[in-house]
Nanobody
């Protein structure tokens, strides 16, 4: 089973940007759709963006126009570019196939200060 490791989180001021990376331990070519999820304290985990093997993207309304997802099958990686960050984007961000299955990684913490 391919393991996914997230990185790139941090503390940023409102309006700032971050780029998250998800590195896979093996090939992601056979994973049809990969997504970035987030979970804020006290809230359910939600899917914010996903991309299929051919590059078709689905972006949640809450981040549309601010977040962009990309995928590099050759590098076995998925990225989430986050711009115009808001305090409500504060959460732990995870990558996982869509639909989610198996185990979750440690995630990467994103904190947006006002």
């Amino acid at each position: 089973q391919v393991q996914l490791v997230e990185s790139g989180g941090g503390l940023v001021q409102s309006g700032g940007s971050l780029r998250l990376s998800c590195a896979a331990s093996g090939s992601i070519v056979n994973i049809y759709r990969l997504g970035w999820y987030r979970q804020a304290p006290g809230k359910l985990r939600e899917l914010v963006a996903s991309i299929n093997w051919s590059g078709t993207k689905i972006i949640a309304d809450s981040v549309k126009g601010r977040f962009a997802i990309s995928r590099d099958n050759a590098k076995n990686a998925v990225y989430l570019q986050m711009n115009s960050l808001k305090p409500e984007d504060t959460a732990v961000y995870y990558c996982n196939p869509v639909p989610a299955g198996g185990s979750w990684g440690q995630g990467t913490q994103v904190t947006v200060s006002s």
